[in-house]
T-cell receptor
Framework: AQSVAQPEDQVNVAEGNPLTVKCTYS??????LFWYVQYPNRGLQFLLK??????LVKGSYGFEAEFNKSQTSFHLKKPSALVSDSALYFC?????????????FGKGTRLSVIA | NAGVMQNPRHLVRRRGQEARLRCSPM?????VYWYRQLPEEGLKFMVY????????ESGMPKERFSAEFPKEGPSILRIQQVVRGDSAAYFC????????????FGPGTRLTVT
């Protein structure tokens, strides 16, 4: 069975500093991995995905994520955090051999960027 | 191209009433997913549908909850005889065919049961 772990409920970072939101996954084969962001009282917005190819994936709003197969991780990063990045971030995984099955989401990490 | 649309955005029901939540997927998307989010919690998968078919309802409670995605019209999530524990945000997502595609989410329906 597929699963995702986001070990941190909350991440605090000062504006202008680099940020990392951690995600590890478990899937039988090679995974498809996704990051989403949720602002208060809104739906989830897609940020980026890893399907194949380069391990470093670039996405929206200056975010990037690095796929590390040996560590089964897909951490979300940004070189310089903005106050407007404060939101709830979700990592998700899908087994590519399972077709259009639903994404399996982590429980989310709340990012707080302090001015 | 309009995104995933959900209505109503907010729904208040008294205990014992029925709640109907609607979702119109993005144009060209044939797969619809429903998720539930409780306050300060992550998303819990409920049901996955294609046109006229329920593909996976493993996340749906066995009683009171049902979903459909008819040939014409939006997908409907129906909750009968609502209880206070049903209060949550319900999100719909859609995607085209292909496991490599991300899901696109609607703005959600916030159900409050009084």
């Amino acid at each position: 069975a597929q699963s995702v772990a986001q070990p941190e409920d909350q991440v605090n970072v000062a504006e202008g500093n680099p940020l990392t939101v951690k995600c590890t996954y478990s899937v039988s084969g090679n995974p498809y991995l996704f990051w989403y962001v949720q602002y208060p009282n809104r739906g989830l917005q897609f940020l980026l995905k890893y399907i194949t190819g380069d391990n470093l994936v670039k996405g929206s709003y200056g975010f990037e994520a690095e796929f590390n197969k040996s560590q089964t991780s897909f951490h979300l990063k940004k070189p310089s955090a903005l106050v407007s990045d404060s939101a709830l971030y979700f990592c998700a995984v899908r087994d590519p051999d399972s077709g259009n099955t639903p994404l399996v989401f982590g429980k989310g990490t709340r990012l707080s960027v302090i001015a | 191209n309009a995104g995933v649309m959900q209505n109503p955005r907010h729904l208040v029901r008294r205990r014992g009433q029925e709640a109907r939540l609607r979702c119109s997927p993005m144009k060209g998307h044939s797969h619809v997913y429903w998720y539930r989010q409780l306050p300060e919690e992550g998303l819990k998968f409920m049901v996955y549908l294609q046109k006229e078919n329920i593909i996976d309802e493993s996340g749906m409670p066995k009683e009171r909850f049902s979903a459909e995605f008819p040939k014409e019209g939006p997908s409907i999530l129906r909750i009968q005889q609502v209880v206070r524990g049903d209060s949550a945000a319900y999100f719909c997502a859609s995607s085209p065919v292909g496991a490599n595609h991300e899901q696109y989410f609607g703005p959600g329906t916030r159900l409050t049961v009084t």
